[in-house]
């Protein structure tokens, strides 16, 4: 103590910001911030001088004028009067749209073989463990490309399922057809008093929560245990389904073989089944790592002592292994979320309109303007980027242990 | 009294039973791990039927591959002659034709060997590393791989990295010169300032006085095929660990502004795509530059490889520095440590072994991602199967030049994952 006070009590001399560790972190701070500031304004001045060497302005008027090209798949409505603002909504819809397909197609394949590799039978879990290491070790790029050369190349082609004996058939009971040109599926159509099914609906999804409390409140008081699951999942598709054989408003639009091509239905283009397929099954088989280590991070006595309570084993992985397991899965699980999403910029090399191939491709290519077109895309990614981490943060602070 | 019997009482254990014939041998391993059960059983039979489905789509057309051929058309031709017109088979002689191209793309073929030996000298260069075994004065041919390796592979003088090494002898001297002042931060500057001013002021002009001895330079657009992956990844591979090592230890400091610069550059580089990345270093970087820059295209998305994994090497580490009990940090401290030494010789060695799996993971990924520079226009091997898909005399082809490429890439990258459990293993040390 009186040595730190006799230390305080020396006067302050220059040298001390050289050998004083106290001084010293502000003197390298200011050393960096100087270093980081000059590096930026070198930047600054650089592509200043540039941009003005050939000619070019930095603004984003260009976003308000007419894009003149076309989308093949759109959420919204565009064409190619529409401005270069629209073909990036465009685009960011449809990166969104393969990232929610991928995101949950991947989850559950991922969970599915995870629980494979974990399998008692030898074969299943090596079979699983084939499918992990086959798409770990081989880049993803690889795995769109290839997906794609195989649906346009080994595919039918729409008129392959014409004819007596056509050389190919369509799945399910006639109303999917896997072509070409992508899958042709069967499409909802909303006709009038479509509302009241919606309506129906939305009460039944009200009704799923309320009947888990109910069951929950009901558990803690007797310690009974109802079939939660069955009775959500009846709860979820039987009211509106029954709502809409009444009203009889929302009807599903089969595609049927006209002359030239299927009529009808929606066409999922190729290019989409191709990135989502390609993204899912690669992101699968980080998944069945991540769920598959989350599994065996949870010690055998968890399990025993839960099968000693006398819990099936069933109820033992619902009730005592997944909820400590998910823990451990679901913030690697989020990364890899986020790597999906960032991996759908490859889109570009099967066609597929997402914001890197219209903002960052062809508008940025006819209007030159590549400084603001990769600025506004790489705030995009950013954006989505931080709201996945932020959201994983606040997870991860509520479900960790309350220690100490 | 003779048959009043004798209590019975065993002098010596009875041999144990053998185990009943189901339990042993291949009928007991079949039953306990395929046959256990009724779900089990058909699993099993699920599996082998998969299984049976694959290999006898695979091995007929492995069977009927044909090596040599002119075009796809030909190709198929020779298997419809020889196995019948509807039997298929790998049209391989495509690999065949264009292996050096794989290889090595449309690099000089009268200098294929500059590549190779650059590729064997490279494990050479690797070993002291990896294996502790070794003899350690290997690790000086590892300070001087870099440095051969470029002027192998571009070619020009010798005398370019003979004179760029000569910058950190300067700095070297500047040391010891500077070791003799009285205050410590006279060394590290003056070996800075005397680097520095070899590099910017004496370097060039030293090359250009030098004779031009050397090999026959080659061009970044002429790099391709394996070779350019290769490069890229290993030299993406050899500068993002120091790098990322670097921005960890930056986002942990005290230093509220260091920490910010490390924080603001790990979550900026991890939450854009690289390919976006790889786009403003084809598209940007020569607007960021003094006018007249022109730097080549291969070092731009080498600089930008590098950043992108860093930043995910700094992420590794973090976790491994994270996971180091507060008392190491103590105890270095009490021994009087400061922060390098502390560093370099308690704290690193612990957080780099454990963050080992991870640490390789990112390299396989670093690895993986060197094939997005074929969007950019290299033809890396992906890039060069497109150009082959639009060949006349290869158009259609989908499984042999994919499935050629994924497994190369598969060899390499599993190896890699192999060798860091093997890593794992090796330097475990806690007794669990």
Not at chain 2, 264 to 284: H, K, N, Q, T, Y
Request: hydrophobic share 55%; aromatic share 12%; with cysteine.
């Amino acid at each position: 103590m009186a040595i730190t006070e006799a230390h305080s009590r020396e006067p302050f001399r220059l040298g001390m910001l050289l050998y004083d560790t106290r001084y010293r972190s502000i003197t390298i701070q200011i050393i960096a911030l100087i270093a980081v500031l000059t590096f930026f304004g070198w930047i600054v001045h650089n592509t200043v001088a540039n941009l003005h060497a050939l000619g070019k302005t930095f603004d984003f008027g260009f976003l308000g004028q007419r894009a003149g090209y076309d989308i093949s798949q759109t959420l919204i409505p565009y064409t190619n009067d529409s401005t270069h603002g629209r073909a990036a909504l465009v685009g960011i819809l449809n990166t969104l749209l393969v990232a929610f397909l991928g995101c949950v197609t991947a989850t559950i394949i991922g969970v599915f073989m995870g629980v494979l590799r974990l399998s008692s039978n030898w074969l299943i879990a090596r079979l699983a463990s084939v499918y992990v290491e086959m798409f770990r070790n081989v880049p993803v790029l690889l795995w769109i490309l290839a997906l794609m050369a195989i649906i346009t190349d080994t595919l039918p082609a729409p008129s392959a399922f014409r004819g007596e004996n056509a050389s190919a058939s369509m799945l399910f009971g006639d109303t999917v057809a896997l072509t070409n040109r992508g899958a042709y599926v069967p499409w909802p159509i909303f006709g009038p008093g479509w509302q009241v099914v919606a309506g129906v609906f939305i009460l039944s999804l009200i009704a799923i929560l309320l009947f888990r409390r109910y069951a929950h409140a009901r558990q803690e008081a007797t310690g009974q245990a109802l079939p939660v699951f069955w009775i959500s999942l009846a709860l979820f598709f039987l009211p509106a389904l029954a709502a809409d054989a009444v009203v009889g408003a929302v009807t599903l639009d089969v595609p049927t073989l006209q002359r030239f091509n299927f009529e009808g239905g929606g066409l999922i283009d190729k290019s989409l089944v191709a990135l989502w397929f390609a993204l899912a099954l690669y992101t699968g088989a980080f998944i069945a790592e991540i769920v598959r280590g989350g599994i065996q991070a949870i010690s055998r006595g968890q399990s025993e002592a839960a099968g000693a309570l006398g819990l099936r084993p069933n109820r033992i992985m619902s009730l005592v292994i997944l909820p400590q397991a998910l823990r451990i899965i679901i913030p690697p699980l989020i990364s890899q979320y986020l790597n999906l999403t960032k991996n759908s910029s490859l889109a570009i090399v099967v066609g597929y309109a997402d914001v890197r191939a219209t903002l960052g491709g062809i508008t940025m290519n006819q209007t030159g303007r590549e400084l603001e077109c990769m600025l506004l895309m790489m705030g995009f990614y950013l954006l989505i980027s931080l709201a996945i981490s932020s959201l994983m943060n606040w997870y991860n602070s509520s479900i960790a242990l309350k220690e100490r | 009294m003779a048959n009043q019997a004798m209590p019975f009482s065993r002098s010596e254990m009875l041999p144990p039973e053998p185990p009943p014939g189901s339990a042993v041998g291949v009928v007991g391993w079949l039953r306990a791990n395929l046959f256990s059960s009724i779900g089990n059983s058909i699993l099993t039979i699920l599996a082998l039927a998969l299984i049976w489905l694959v290999l006898s789509h695979v091995w007929p057309w492995l069977a009927h591959a044909v090596w040599n051929a002119d075009s796809y058309a030909q190709c198929r031709q020779i298997i419809a002659d020889t196995w019948g017109p509807d039997a298929g088979g790998a049209c391989l002689a495509v690999i065949r034709e264009r292996w050096k191209q794989f290889m090595f793309g449309f690099y000089p073929i009268e200098a294929y060997w500059r590549p190779t030996l650059a590729f064997i000298l490279m494990f050479v260069a690797l070993a002291p590393i990896l294996f502790s075994a070794l003899p350690r004065k290997m690790l000086w041919f590892s300070l001087i791989f870099p440095g051969l390796a470029y002027w192998l592979l571009w070619g020009g003088s010798i005398f370019v990295p003979i004179v760029i090494y000569a910058g950190f002898a300067a700095g070297w001297l500047g040391f010891h010169l500077g070791a003799r002042a009285s205050a410590a931060f006279v060394a590290p500057l003056l070996a800075a300032v005397f680097a520095l001013v070899w590099w910017f002021f004496i370097a060039s002009p030293l090359i250009n006085l030098l004779p031009d001895i050397g090999l026959m330079p080659v061009q970044s657009k002429q790099f391709g095929g394996f070779m350019l992956s290769v490069t890229i990844g290993v030299t993406g591979i050899a500068f993002s660990l120091p790098l990322g090592v670097l921005l960890a230890l930056g986002r942990r400091s005290d230093l509220v502004f260091v920490k910010a610069i490390c924080v603001g550059f790990i979550e900026f580089i991890r939450g854009v795509p690289l390919i976006a990345l790889l786009l403003v270093a084809s598209f940007l970087l020569n607007i960021f530059m003094p006018p007249g820059t022109n730097f080549d295209i291969i070092l731009r998305v080498i600089i930008m490889v590098t950043l992108f994994s860093a930043a995910y090497m700094a992420e590794v580490i973090r976790g491994g520095l994270a996971a180091l009990p507060r008392g190491q940090y103590e105890g270095a401290d009490a021994l009087g440590l400061n922060f390098w030494q502390a560093t370099r010789l308690v704290i690193m060695p612990q957080a780099l072994k454990i963050s080992i799996p991870g640490i390789v993971n990112t390299f396989i990924g670093l690895f993986k991602d060197t094939t997005l520079v074929a969007i950019i226009g290299l033809l890396d091997p992906i890039g060069l199967i497109t150009s082959i898909r639009a060949n006349a005399a290869w158009n259609g082809m989908v499984w042999e030049l994919y499935g050629f490429v994924a497994v190369l890439f598969f060899v390499c990258c599993f190896g890699m994952s192999k060798y860091s459990q093997y890593l794992e293993r090796k330097l475990r040390t806690d007794h669990r």
